[in-house]
């Protein structure tokens, strides 16, 4: 899917829709207190959903466009990232956690960068396959590091709150490139880093 990253979110339109929706859709009584501000209240929690449809590749560029000179040559891990998405096939929640680790050729990240650029990478309706993707490909894109890897789980509502209703399910995928995919030992190494809970 091409990354439809400079759309317009026009809230009006989300605003009205919302209303049909409810009212015609559902037959909602719409002088009801409770449902009166909710189509304005859609539009807001929509638009802020998918922030990220809005110009979000070039603030994720310009993100990683800002690393920084290093000699380390170890592994680089965040995990525990938690972001929010929304499924594209049922417009329902999805809840990601992410762990993500590179290893630098050169140049490094600030730390807050990686959590950063997954959270606006998540503002927009994407399957999850396509979401670990990217978030590998920005970051050999921009930083060349001699390896990357990515796993996210997700639990998405589409699968918990109806049709099969599995409600503590997990969907687990995960990108690799470089020294992660080449050399077997790396991405052990990354695993055993990733279950090492540190006492703090
Ligand atoms: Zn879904």
């Given at each position: 899917m091409e990354n439809p990253s400079n759309n317009k979110i026009d809230k009006e339109i989300i605003e009205k829709s919302f209303r049909d929706i409810?009212?015609?859709g559902l037959g909602l009584d719409m002088n009801d207190e409770n449902f009166k501000d909710s189509p304005k209240r859609f539009?807001?929690?929509y638009s802020e959903i998918f922030s990220g449809l809005m110009d979000s590749e070039r603030e994720v560029?310009?993100?990683l466009d800002k690393s920084f000179p290093t000699k380390y040559?170890?592994?680089?891990?965040?995990k525990g990232i938690t972001v929010f998405s929304m499924c594209p096939h049922h417009?329902?929640?999805?809840?990601?956690?992410?762990?993500?680790?590179?290893?630098p050729n050169g140049r490094a990240l600030g730390l807050s960068k990686l959590a950063r650029i997954i959270k606006l990478m998540a503002k927009m309706p994407c399957l999850q396959e396509?979401?670990?993707e990217r978030i590998v490909n920005e970051i050999e894109?921009?930083?060349?590091?001699?390896?990357?890897i990515c796993v996210v789980n997700g639990a998405h509502y589409c699968m918990r709150m109806r049709g099969i209703e599995q409600k503590d399910s997990w969907t687990t995928t995960s990108s690799v490139r470089g020294v992660f995919k080449t050399k077997d030992e790396m991405e052990l190494k990354y695993y055993n880093l990733l279950n090492n809970k540190p006492e703090l």
């Open positions: 409810m009212e015609k539009a807001k929690s560029h310009e993100i040559n170890g592994m680089v891990l965040e417009f329902l929640p999805i809840r990601y956690e992410v762990s993500i680790a590179y290893i396509d979401f670990t894109d921009h930083i060349k590091p001699l390896g990357v």
